[in-house]
């Protein structure tokens, strides 16, 4: 007996959940974590904060995470170049909570979004589990989002709820203010009166050459920008994700939140981490120079490199869908792990310490001279 016997709904049957292989290699370098692990300080901080937590675990902790919330504002404020407060920003366990509680508000049976694909899979994912309909929007060849071709789908499908991921997962592009703008007035005009919510997925932001778009909240109330500390803070075992948008969508989200969502060890981890921020960004600045000295060694080797704004890079480019696989399995051979993440013809890779970075770049050297050979 397998899922699709048992009563489940109709949309979910043959669909595969969202996984990444973890396999146990030298070189991981398929999961867009930071490679680097808490500095020492940091854990002590947590330990401590939790500590205070765990003094009052017999009581639910605080439910709209209000010290939390004032503290990703205030760092909102400093990073992203315009001044949010608490009521602007709402966390949750990890941005996926975020885009959920989302899809929750603003989506749902009857309702569609748009993303424009390749993007982050979660985004369907999410709106397939929300019973929210997903139209997969267009790209062009250098898998940028084209504007044209995208306002047209927008107006064509009129959607309730729009993805914009700035910068994309996988490719590593970033989007341009001009782009979200345009986007995001044509939601609006494809639904008169209450207009669409347009939702720029920002994970990997702190890794970008560009601003965030987080200024482009003003004055726009269907306007979020989602973030999360997985990435940036070197905490994807934490799970925290946040959004800043009008207080409005704030105070719509928590009609469909859990009541006491985020733990109280959760919250007490995450405020120590935001104490550590000019640490856990320098950590970044390394990152952004490995990420650029991937892009630089790749091209050199003789791959093809998508422009990058992230903590990952895309490469290529090999024969489809069979090409990619048989490449990602030779570099896997060679004990490093990278992500075959389902766009024909190309792979993605981590930037990783400089030493996990020299090993992928021995790796592929190797694997471009049997290709040439």
Not at 6 to 20: F, M, Q, T, V
Not at 52 to 58: K, S
Not at 140 to 166: H, M, Q
């Amino acid at each position: 007996m397998g899922i699709d016997d048992l009563p489940i709904r109709d949309e979910l049957k043959g669909k595969s959940p969202y996984g990444a292989p973890q396999l146990d290699v030298p070189v991981q370098l398929n999961t867009n974590e930071n490679p680097y692990p808490l500095p020492e300080p940091l854990v002590a901080r947590i330990a401590e904060r939790v500590a205070e937590a765990a003094r009052g675990l017999n009581r639910y902790p605080d439910r709209d995470a209000v010290e939390l919330r004032t503290e990703l504002a205030r760092y909102l404020t400093r990073t992203g170049g315009h001044e949010v407060a608490l009521a602007n920003v709402w966390a949750a366990n990890g941005s996926n909570e975020v885009l959920q509680q989302l899809l929750q508000t603003f989506g749902g049976p009857g309702r569609t979004a748009i993303g424009f694909e390749p993007s982050y899979s979660m985004h369907a994912l999410i709106a397939r589990g929300t019973g929210t309909g997903w139209i997969s929007g267009p790209r062009d060849e250098d898998f940028r989002v084209d504007v044209a071709a995208a306002v047209s789908a927008i107006a064509e499908n009129a959607p309730d709820v729009v993805f914009v991921t700035s910068p994309n997962n996988p490719t590593g592009t970033a989007v341009e203010a001009e782009t979200v703008l345009a986007l995001h007035d044509a939601a609006q005009a494809a639904r008169p009166g209450a207009g669409a919510l347009v939702v720029v997925d920002e994970a990997y932001v702190e890794f970008s050459h560009r601003a965030s778009l987080l200024p482009l909240i003003e004055g726009r109330p269907n306007l979020v920008i989602s973030r999360t500390m997985s990435k940036a803070f070197g905490a994807a075992g934490l799970r925290l994700g946040y959004l800043a948008a009008h207080p409005a969508v704030v105070d719509a989200v928590q009609l469909v939140r859990l009541p006491y969502h985020l733990s109280a060890v959760t919250q007490a981890t995450a405020l120590a981490a935001l104490e550590h921020t000019d640490t856990l960004l320098g950590y970044v600045e390394q990152l952004k120079t490995e990420r650029d000295r991937l892009v630089a060694e790749l091209r050199a080797i003789g791959y093809e490199v998508t422009e990058s704004d992230a903590n990952f890079v895309q490469f290529g480019h090999f024969d489809g869908a069979a090409g990619s696989h048989e490449a990602w399995q030779k570099i896997l051979d060679r004990g490093v792990l990278v992500r075959d993440n389902g766009v024909p013809g190309w792979l993605r890779v981590t930037a990783g310490t400089p030493e996990e970075n020299d090993a992928f770049l021995d790796a592929v050297r190797e694997l471009k001279k049997e290709q040439d050979a």
